[in-house]
Each structure stands twice: as structure tokens, then as C-alpha cells.
């Protein structure tokens, strides 16, 4: 059974640092992972995603990195706002046993990022 | 194309009426899938559709929830007489088979009184 832990659980920051966002999951036998943000109240956004064959993945001031072997992915943030501010998910993609491709998730990390 | 979306937003509902929620894929999207969040917690996976074949459901899809996707386009995920566990925020995705990139709607968050 697949189970995805992020690290830390909620995270206040002031603007304009640099931050790390941790993910680790148990089943290395995934297909690819995707991060997502979450504001209060709304659906999920996609941020990126990363295919089994590649290491990381870049859009702006997000960069994503991905390690199977170890179970681990890490979602950097660069140069924080106060827009950053909501719950960044992990998921990674995998049967594990059942007929489909789907996404199993942590509880998240919630960012504050102070102005 | 505006994304997925799911209707109604929000749904208050007394305990033991039966509620229906529909969502919209992304256009040619073949893949749909239907998941729960409770507050504090991550999206649950429910069940999936591919095109209007339902090829899996979750162990916590009780017999008082039905999903269905006629003609492999939108779908809407019933649940007959609710109990207040019931209520969560519904959300729906889509993707399609041969992009793994999964796509969710805004949800439906039930609110069960």
C-alpha cells in the first residue's frame, strides 16, 4: 500500500526566501509524480509534474525533483510570496495493484508566506 | 476549454436524503476520476473511469454511492441517504491516457446536516 508522507506539515516563512518542500513515499514502483497546490476551500492545481524517466522538473520559480529509487521527491520555491501562500500536495502516480493509473496523496504542507 | 468543472459548489443536505453531484471533464479527456477530502486531510481516491467503463472503485465506495459516466463524458457521482461521514469536499479530475497529467475541478463540498 502506497503511503506518502510531506515534511514539514505547515511551514511560516517571510517573503523572499527560498524554501524546500519534502515528500516521501513507500511503493517506489510509480510511473510519475505530480505536485499540486490547494487553496482554502478549492479544488487542486496542477504545478508540475514529473515523469518516471526524468530526475526533475522546472515551471518559473518552481522546481520539482524526483528520486524513486529512494522514495523521495522535493518541491523548491524560490524567491517566496505572499501569493504562495496554500497546501502544496504530492501524488504520485501508480496502480499499486488496482486497474488504473491514479494519484495517491499526503496530507500536504501548509505554506504561510508572511509580506 | 475552461478545465473541469463540477456542479453544484456547495450542497447542504439533511441526514438520509440522496444528493447528486456532476462533473465536466476537460474535453476528450478519456480518463475521470472521482475523490474525497476531508478537512485536514488529502484527496481520497473513490473510483475511475475510462471513457464510460467504470474499472475500478475503492473500498470506500459503500453500496450507497454510484458513479456513472454515460457516453464517456461527464459523470456524476451519486449518494443515497446520506449520514453526516458523508460530508467533504467531492472533487473531481481528468486526463487523458496517453498524458498523465491529472486536471481537477474546483469540487463540491457537501455539507450534511
Known amino acids: 500500500k502506497q503511503e506518502v508522507t510531506q515534511i514539514p506539515a505547515a511551514l511560516s516563512v517571510p517573503e523572499g526566501e527560498n524554501l524546500v518542500l519534502n515528500c516521501s513515499f513507500t511503493?517506489?514502483?510509480?510511473?510519475?509524480l505530480q505536485w499540486f497546490r490547494q487553496d482554502p476551500g478549492k479544488g487542486l492545481t496542477s504545478l508540475l509534474l514529473?515523469?518516471?524517466?526524468?530526475r526533475e522538473q522546472t515551471s518559473g520559480r518552481l522546481n520539482a525533483s524526483l528520486d524513486k529509487s529512494s522514495g523521495r521527491s522535493t518541491l523548491y520555491i524560490a524567491a517566496s510570496q505572499p501569493g504562495d501562500s496554500a497546501t502544496y500536495l504530492c501524488?504520485?502516480?501508480?496502480?499499486?495493484?488496482?486497474?488504473?493509473?491514479?494519484?495517491?496523496f499526503g496530507t500536504g504542507t501548509l505554506l504561510a508566506v508572511q509580506p | 476549454d475552461t478545465g473541469v468543472s463540477q456542479n453544484p459548489r456547495h450542497k447542504i443536505t439533511k441526514r438520509g436524503q440522496n444528493v447528486t453531484f456532476r462533473c465536466d471533464p476537460i474535453?476528450?479527456?478519456?480518463?475521470l476520476y472521482w475523490y474525497r477530502q476531508t478537512l485536514g486531510q488529502g484527496p481520497e481516491f473513490l473510483t475511475y473511469?475510462?471513457?464510460?467503463?467504470?474499472?475500478?472503485k475503492s473500498r470506500l465506495l459503500s453500496d450507497r454511492f454510484s458513479a456513472e459516466r454515460p457516453k464517456g463524458s461527464f459523470s456524476t457521482l451519486e449518494i443515497q441517504r446520506t449520514e453526516q461521514g458523508d460530508s467533504a469536499m467531492y472533487l473531481c479530475?481528468?486526463?487523458?491516457?496517453?498524458?498523465?497529467?491529472?486536471?481537477f475541478g474546483q469540487g463540491t463540498r457537501l455539507t450534511v446536516v
Open positions: 479530475a481528468s486526463s487523458f491516457t496517453q498524458g498523465p497529467e491529472a486536471f
Open positions: 511503493d517506489s514502483a510509480i510511473y510519475n
Open positions: 514529473i515523469q518516471s524517466s526524468q
Open positions: 501524488a504520485p502516480h501508480g496502480s499499486y495493484g488496482g486497474a488504473t493509473n491514479k494519484l495517491i
Open positions: 474535453s476528450e479527456h478519456n480518463r
Open positions: 473511469f475510462q471513457n464510460e467503463a467504470q474499472l475500478e
